[in-house]
């Protein structure tokens, strides 16, 4: 009995080692990157691990403890079968844009895993030491989580070294967590000379006389699926603070000489050069790289600066060459080139910035613009930068273009000083210009991996431009319209731009990006509105005062309407008349008078270019008679913004 005991157990043994064998083939037929490996305990032991690295995982939220569940055992997988829970989710690389530890990560170890195995992944990871979370209750039993201090490596590196430890079955950055609402602060070097985004005083202006950036970025840093096209002298795209953020073709292949999306531009990677008819749109001037960097230089990378939006696309379109200037010609071929893009690619185009301009009416680049608006895209101008003399000029009274052109789509910026004063230089507008942002002594990114500070209009619009692609990222069912009234409609009031401005203030990004849906435009109150018919008779001696009327308007902001107004007094031979647009608390807005004109028999126009922001507003007509006498009645007509 023995020794059939002893031969049976042989052949049973052998039976079993050849289904192992069999089993391990199959194996590694299904895992060709493992057929290499040596055949050995060891590598079924490493078939195991591989197999559980690669279940597929629970999405979560980024906080790498939230909705962690235990790895089923091989043995609780085959009894659960197709119920069986999946493993936690695979590390993800660093999300852009939120601050971590440098220099920190946090491993999930799996049970079992030994004291030198721990230290031999400090060793691996340049880290003197680990710290053991010791957080039993939310992990499966005898795993751990240990936080690493690495002196070598940081970032996503830092994470791609963990997971190269088979004892790893995760691995995190350590995230910094802020109170909802606080504010947030990159890491770039820089940016604390950064007035415009965040002024605490430290170039000797007014704390506070800021966009209020960090308050924006409690909220949004952006998003990757945004992209702000930059009209102007080209980009530098090799910069170390740009190229990440630089937007790519989808469409062409890199450096193959073809024109691979048949669009007439050869490797059009970044955008095109509409000044030399190529694609190459490289900067050599070194604006266009200024007012991206402003825009969106990479935010939160430790190097140089951070943009107002951390994480846009820069679409690179030039038209400007090496002095600084260009036509318009390839301007139109610029904005087209952004349209076709967004119509016909479904690339997020929701801005353009244009920190240029000059005198000129052209009618057909105020038509591509409008296209542009048609197809979603906000239009950011500079107002201009004065007369020789360094004097700005009332935009009001002598048009800038493209500043000036009618659009709903366009956003027109003055520049501000770290005072909150109007720069001197700046261009103004009551009518005609819109709100202020930060463009004196403002740092940016120039060609060469260089950073300069620069003044102007031209640095100030790209704070705007930047400021509508964070609202984008937060807000991207949004029409142009509504991005538009969200920035005009939050600004920060100041002095120094009341009157001289549609707004009356300064860019507020965090009041932009934090409030909820826009306010939409509201039903106009219709005011009183007299439009007699049968003039009153005065009594034989009696002087009475003018009788004054208004018609109602309806006009598109940005658009050019008729206001009809009447002043009569058939007792006085000239009369005084005053037109005026108010708000409803009474702020006077735009006004018109003439002086003892003869009496104004019918009903007689005003042409009026309206910037006012959407809502409703108050026609007033008030006027006197040659003898000093007010009106008898005032006239009151509604003119509704839309």
């Not at 190097?303 to 939006?309: L, N, Q, R, S």
């Not at 507008?429 to 060609?447: F, K, N, Q, R, Y």
């Not at 692609?469 to 600004?491: D, F, N, W």
Request: proline share 6%; with cysteine; charged share 15%.
């Amino acid at each position: 009995m023995r020794g059939h005991s002893r031969s049976t157990f042989i052949w049973t043994a052998l039976l079993a080692a050849l289904l192992v064998i069999t089993a391990a083939a199959s194996v590694a037929a299904a895992r060709p990157e493992l057929r290499a490996a040596p055949f050995s305990a060891g590598f079924l032991r490493y078939q195991a691990d591989a197999a559980l690295r690669h279940t597929p995982r629970l999405d979560r939220a980024p906080g790498f403890l939230t909705g962690l569940v235990p790895a089923p055992t091989a043995v609780q997988a085959q009894a659960a079968g197709r119920h069986a829970q999946p493993a936690a989710q695979a590390a993800r690389a660093p999300q852009p844009g939120p601050a971590y530890a440098a220099g920190e990560v946090l491993v999930r170890l799996r049970a079992g895993a030994s004291l030198s195995s721990r230290k031999a992944l400090a060793s691996s990871l340049g880290a003197a030491g680990f710290r053991d979370l010791r957080v039993p209750a939310i992990l499966p039993p005898g795993e751990r989580i240990l936080l690493y201090r690495s002196t070598s490596l940081t970032g996503e590196a830092l994470v791609k070294s963990a997971l190269q430890n088979p004892d790893v079955i995760e691995a995190s950055l350590n995230y910094r967590r802020n109170a909802d609402g606080a504010p947030v602060y990159p890491n770039d070097p820089r940016f604390p000379e950064l007035w415009g985004l965040s002024n605490t005083g430290q170039s000797g202006g007014v704390a506070g006389a800021d966009i209020s950036a960090p308050e924006a970025w409690s909220t949004t840093t952006g998003s990757a699926a945004v992209v702000v096209a930059d009209i102007d002298s080209g980009i530098d795209y090799n910069h170390v603070d740009l190229a990440a953020n630089m937007w790519r073709n989808p469409n062409e292949i890199p450096a193959n000489g073809k024109d691979d999306d048949g669009n007439g531009y050869v490797d059009d990677v970044y955008g095109i050069d509409a000044a030399n008819g190529d694609g190459d749109p490289y900067d050599d001037d070194g604006h266009g790289t200024h007012t991206s960097g402003t825009m969106a230089a990479v935010g939160n990378n430790g190097i140089g600066v951070t943009g107002v939006a951390w994480q846009a696309r820069i679409m690179a379109l030039k038209f400007m060459d090496a002095d600084g200037s260009g036509y318009d010609s390839d301007a139109i071929i610029c904005i087209d080139y952004a349209v076709k893009q967004k119509l016909s690619h479904g690339v997020n185009v929701v801005a353009i910035n244009a920190s240029w301009g000059g005198p000129g009416y052209d009618g057909l680049l105020r038509g591509a613009i409008n296209a542009a608006g048609a197809a979603g895209i906000v239009f950011c101008a500079a107002a201009g930068n004065g007369d020789e003399l360094g004097n700005g000029i009332n935009n009001d009274v002598i048009p800038h273009y493209p500043s000036s052109y009618d659009c709903p789509s366009i956003i027109v910026v003055a520049s501000t000083d770290d005072d909150d004063a109007l720069a001197s230089s700046s261009n103004y507008g009551a009518t005609s210009v819109d709100l202020g942002a930060p463009g004196v002594g403002i740092l940016s990114t120039v060609p060469g991996n260089g950073y300069e500070s620069l003044n102007g209009t031209s640095m100030a619009t790209p704070h705007v431009t930047g400021a509508v692609a964070l609202c984008a990222a937060k807000y991207p069912s949004e029409t142009m319209a509504q991005r538009v009234q969200r920035i005009l409609g939050h600004v920060d009031p100041i002095a120094a731009l009341s009157g001289r401005t549609t707004t009356g203030g300064r860019l507020d990004v965090a009041a932009a990006v934090n409030t909820g849906a826009p306010t939409p435009t509201p039903t106009p109150t219709v005011w009183p509105t007299v439009w007699p018919t049968v003039w009153p008779t005065p009594i034989p001696g009696d002087i009475i005062g003018p009788v004054c009327a208004a018609k109602n308007v309806t006009v598109k902001r940005g658009r050019t309407c008729k206001i009809y107004f009447m002043v009569y007094d058939d007792l006085s031979e000239e009369v005084t008349a005053h037109l005026a647009i108010e708000t409803q608390s009474g702020v006077v807005k735009k006004s018109w008078s003439w002086d003892y004109h003869e009496n104004f028999d019918g009903w007689w126009s005003q042409k009026y270019t309206c910037r006012l922001a959407r809502g409703a507003y108050r026609i007033v007509v008030t006027g006197e008679d040659s003898d000093g006498n007010s009106a008898s009645v005032v006239g009151y007509a509604t003119l509704t913004v839309r």
